[in-house]
């Protein structure tokens, strides 16, 4: 069964404090893996696609890096206007369907 | 710039009414998707259209659960005789067939409170 586990499930620091979160994930066959910022009460904001192991990319404080079992989001020197949820997400060959996990809860304080 | 769009935001509705939702996508997408979000979870699929056609729903969609396309436009997701369990935000996304994956692109949910 294709599954995706963030962590950790909250993460609190403190501005200009660099971080990382966590997907690991399994699937059939991976097209694409999926980063995603959630604001309270909003839709997920598409960040990043991350296509085969070993790709990076990269938007301003955020670089989400892939591996054949997970991703990483890096936060470098992070603002308190980074405080979101931060969703990651997988589809498999032969769906368009995302297979989402349950979101790792950033809080940056001043 | 003109994202999705969802309507109502706000949905309140007593058990066993029904209610219907709809979501307009990005212009030029001819992919479409639904799914719900209950609060500290991811968003979990429910259906998806390409241009008119459902291609795909999920098993855990009950048959209370109903969702259209016409014209391959917007589109509506119906809710019969809804339970309390039915309370969520319901996201709509949509999408561009290019490249390897497809990009989804979110509205901003439609939150409905079942009392």
């Known amino acids: 069964e294709d599954q995706v586990t963030q962590s950790p499930e909250a993460l609190r620091l403190q501005e200009g404090e660099s971080s990382s979160l966590n997907c690991s994930y399994t699937?059939?066959?991976?097209?694409?893996l999926f980063w995603y910022r959630q604001d309270p009460g909003k839709g997920p904001e598409f960040l990043f696609t991350?296509?085969?192991a070993g790709e990076e990319k990269e938007k301003e404080r955020l670089k989400a890096t892939l591996t054949k079992k997970e991703s990483f989001l890096h936060i470098t020197a992070p603002k308190p206007e980074d405080s979101a949820t931060y969703l990651c997400?997988?589809?498999?060959?032969?769906?368009?369907?995302?297979?989402f996990g349950t979101g790792t809860r950033l809080q940056v304080f001043p | 710039d003109t994202g999705v769009s969802q309507d109502p935001r706000h949905k309140i509705t007593k058990r066993g009414q029904n209610v219907t939702f709809r979501c307009d996508p990005i212009?030029?997408?001819?992919?479409l998707y639904w799914y719900r979000q209950t609060l500290g979870q991811g968003p979990e699929f429910l259906t998806y259209?390409?241009?008119?056609?459902?291609?795909?729903k999920s098993r855990l969609l009950s048959d209370r659960f109903s969702a259209e396309r016409p014209k391959g436009s917007f589109s509506t997701l119906e809710i019969q005789r809804t339970e309390q369990g039915d309370s969520a935000m319901y996201l709509c996304?949509?999408?561009?067939?290019?490249?390897?994956?497809?990009?989804?692109?979110f509205g901003p949910g439609t939150r409905l409170t079942v009392t």
């Open positions: 991350l296509y085969s």
């Open positions: 996304a949509s999408s561009l067939i290019s490249g390897r994956a497809y990009e989804q692109y």
């Open positions: 259209f390409q241009n008119e056609a459902q291609l795909e």
């Open positions: 699937v059939s066959g991976l097209r694409g």
């Open positions: 997400a997988v589809q498999a060959l032969g769906t368009d369907k995302l297979i």
């Open positions: 212009s030029e997408h001819n992919r």
